[in-house]
């Protein structure tokens, strides 16, 4: 299963039509259920089409409109890309300013998606997990490489190939450079100083880059968190652009980009440390987002500090930097209560051995932080920052590459754990009462133990009547070392008013070591 | 300081006129700040006059205009009451529907507040703490007795004398009854059943009674938090009424209570268990309450699982049930950051010895819940569930009369360290890197280590450079014990990139007792 999803499923995202530059091919007349339908139209290329042009089409099945944006692409071409989410036959029919990309119609059918096609990421029925638009569970075990997209086509295979053979189902990717890189001008250059761009003038090909790296993770049935703003280009400054510009930009990513159904969205890393913005700002941005993208793909913002008001409409779930939250699964299930959306904690310190303590946890470290946030009903990011000459900018989360630490194979099999629990995902349960335990009342447990090394456990689970009266086999599961052990099985009578025990085992023997959980499946 | 605090205030909270009954008074001509003028009229007491006759003054100062609506108290005598926050000559106009009421004119001085009169309480600049409106700083240190005030003047009485020797300066007590109580009839009865009572007519005699319970915590320096609804008089069903009679009910306790300055609005108790209103009932109550409270006093709503959205902009402080919370100073600052307003924590179980776990706490665990809390900025709440028959219907938490417990000396304990404390408040301290600090950065710190006994704290602070290389005097504090001890001074130096100690003085030795604080003081 987690092998055959590494398998390069070529076409599954790649586009209707491959129109690479200004060769124009007839639109596709058959798509797969959320894979792309691209529509390539010649046009102007005189004046500033990024800002004279308006182009767009309106896609109808079964008397459902959808109004998707279309971009200029350079080179007198534009485009429209649509995901199409219902199967059946669509009819499309272009929108402009001007005569030539106007009033064009089209059809195509939409069909079953490919093998490894399960639509985009939505939040769950709960309120609190991931599906794939199939029903699938989605279980985020998340990575982030700020501008490895931005590297050389060689670092990006390189990059490519140690995701192929990594646990991490998310990418945390920013759209403008923040280390040392390659492709670093999104805007056309005016001059030879740093900020001598145009913000009214895309470059195509850095944009045409970037949607070959997303396309590239949607085929290792990676996600793509793209990552909009960040406040580490003080020097360029693309994150202290004019509203407008930022109006322009947010609407030029969400027409290129929305299609692919890997794509989400972070409005920004750190929002808090930009400071040529306000929470007006940022509120704007989320609408002028929202009213961009058809597609309505999965919206968040990362914080520094001050968290923003994850409660807002246009968040989809909570992305939080905070590495103390995640060493206590009663700090990560709050974030639960008090947003009332998915948690993913995309920033916890980072497994590394740079002088910085947000980027010198050990293995154990990271992988700790993980399963105190998954027993709190949360999910949580990885990422590396080692680097020969410790310097943060050269490691994997800088620029991607190979990865050197010991957390990642601890994190594959975490995700297999998860594969195998309760669908949708791990609950947080009676936090408030301190049983430490995740899971699925009645169902399904998770005990984890942390740096501590109890010799024994009393298995006390907390319910009242027939529907807690349940028989349990036991697992003990060293999350460090990999292994899980079965250990017998626990059959439940009522020990209080509040739990449950099984008289003739109240306790389970542990093997004295740190790292250690224990899985208690209904039987 | 404290001691004159608990005299008896004669005068600083009892009307500027006292009306009581039907035999009516000229409005005083003097009043001080932040106390209450009165304005009591004959009227119309045919018809139904709390829903038939509208009534209110526009009081002006310095061409400053303030409307505050009046109520109906019965035998045909309706009263405005009006708390000046400004001194100077005021002049009132009155309105109405009804021309006997409609046109009156008046006008009185306000001057200085008596002596112990700090005006009313109020969030600070800042967003995490409370002050009086004279700038005092607010501790809270709350208790909480739902229906005492519903009880005998005899009960009452008792129960004021308890507060007067203990260290509460905030009391929540519901307006609707959910205990055996003397007083059990907010609505004009119109049958013997449980549900035969008009929602249309009040009995003022009920709300007389009530409000001078208001006015004698007020003269004991306690701030009453009012808890308009509640979900436990399921019989009764107060809090099922239809929503103009709930809009009716609100608009009379703003009315009538709203210019007393020790008064909350705590919207509901477990507001989430009251099955009978949707989120929707609740933010309509609060714009409706504060639409009806010129005085604008706090408001605030308590869960009992599901919280409430307290960045709502009606919310001045966060109300909160958790327990769990309040054992780690990491989950109570989280409370802080997601809310970004002043957090109380009402309700963290309480010291008693009922068989619910909600109510068996040990003393020494709710003075750990207070310090837990206050290392983490924020503030707890105080009850006791100790009874005879140990039903809590019956004890302090239910009734008031006397306490049984051992926490409050300890709390009071508490309330003097917060008093000699930073102004406005404890801060937590660089949270997220796991200090357990609570203070003012480069001037007062608070550690404190719970139940763990340990023999020595390595004195490590965060901090960089000149302005972290200070000295501090230490003071090991028992906080069960109540003894603070002197234990000499740390002159600090960096000792690497995020931290200063004292090289001379890496530790200090404890006495390896649980409940120990350690407090540090800029010299």
Same mark, same amino acid.
């Given at each position: ?26 639109? *596709?007349?058959?798509?797969? !259920?959320? +894979?792309? $339908?691209?529509?390539?139209? /010649? %046009?102007? =290329?005189?004046?500033? @089409? ?48 001007? *005569?030539?990309?106007?009033? !064009?119609? +089209?059809? $195509?059918?939409?069909?079953? /998606? %490919?093998? =490894?096609?399960?639509? @985009? ?29 931005l590297q050389s086509d060689a670092k990006c295979a390189e990059t490519l190939a140690t ?18 890189s390659v492709a670093t001008d999104p805007f056309v250059r005016t001059g030879a100083g ?330």
């Amino acid at each position: 299963m987690t092998v055959s999803r590494r398998t390069i499923l070529t076409g599954t995202l790649a586009a209707g039509v491959v129109a690479a530059g200004p060769a124009l091919a007839a639109p *596709a007349t058959q798509v797969e !259920r959320w +894979g792309v $339908f691209e529509i390539a139209m /010649p %046009g102007p =290329a005189q004046g500033n @089409p990024f800002d004279d042009v308006c182009v767009a089409a309106v896609f109808e099945c079964d008397g459902r409109h959808v109004r998707v944006p279309g971009f200029y692409d350079g080179d007198g071409t534009y485009r429209i890309r649509f995901s199409p989410d219902a199967m059946g036959q669509w009819r499309w029919r272009s929108e402009s300013n001007v *005569a030539s990309l106007d009033g !064009r119609t +089209g059809a $195509f059918r939409c069909g079953l /998606p %490919g093998k =490894a096609n399960r639509g @985009p990421v939505r939040v769950t029925r709960d309120g609190f997990h991931f599906a794939y638009a199939d029903g699938t569970p989605y279980r985020q075990i998340g990575t982030t490489s700020y501008s490895w997209a931005l590297q050389s086509d060689a670092k990006c295979a390189e990059t490519l190939a140690t995701l192929a053979a990594a646990p991490f189902n998310k990418m945390r990717m920013l759209v403008f450079p923040n280390v040392p890189s390659v492709a670093t001008d999104p805007f056309v250059r005016t001059g030879a100083g740093p900020r001598d761009w145009d913000a009214a003038r895309f470059d195509p090909a850095y944009f045409r880059r970037y949607e070959d790296r997303l396309r590239k993770l949607g085929e290792l049935g990676i996600e793509a968190d793209v990552i909009l703003f960040h406040p580490y280009d003080v020097k360029r400054g693309y994150s202290d652009m004019r509203r407008a510009d930022d109006e322009r930009y947010v609407r030029y990513v969400a027409a290129r980009f929305g299609a692919f159904r890997n794509v989400w969205w972070s409005m920004a890393n750190e929002y808090d440390d930009v400071k040529s913005k306000s929470d007006a700002d940022w509120d704007h941005l989320f609408q002028v987002l929202q009213a961009a993208d058809p597609h309505d793909r999965l919206r968040s913002i990362h914080q520094i500090k001050r968290y923003y008001d994850h409660r807002k409409p246009w968040i989809t779930h909570a992305s939080v930097q905070n590495g103390h939250a995640v060493l206590d699964d009663g700090r990560a299930e709050l974030h639960r209560a008090m947003t009332e959306k998915p948690v993913i904690f995309d920033e916890v310190c980072y497994e590394g051995d740079i002088a910085k303590r947000w980027g010198n946890l050990s293995a154990q470290g990271l992988v700790e932080r993980f399963w105190w946030g998954t027993i709190g009903g949360t999910y949580v990011g990885h990422s590396e920052t080692f680097a020969s000459d410790h310097n943060a900018d050269f490691s994997w989360l800088g620029q991607g590459g190979t990865l050197r630490g010991a957390s990642a194979p601890r994190l594959a099999f975490l995700r297999r754990i998860l594969d195998d629990g309760p669908v949708p995902g791990i609950d947080p349960i009676q936090t408030w009462w301190g049983y430490r335990l995740g899971g699925r009342e009645h169902d399904y447990y998770l005990r984890y133990f942390g740096a501590d090394s109890p010799s024994e456990w009393p298995v006390v689970l907390p319910g009242k009547g027939a529907e807690a009266l349940r028989s349990y086999r036991a697992d003990i599961i060293d999350t460090w070392n990999m292994t899980i052990t079965p250990a017998g099985s626990f059959t439940m009578a009522q020990m209080n008013e509040y739990d449950v025990h099984d008289p003739a085992r109240p306790t389970l023997a542990l093997p004295g070591r740190p790292w250690i959980a224990v899985r208690l499946v209904r039987t």
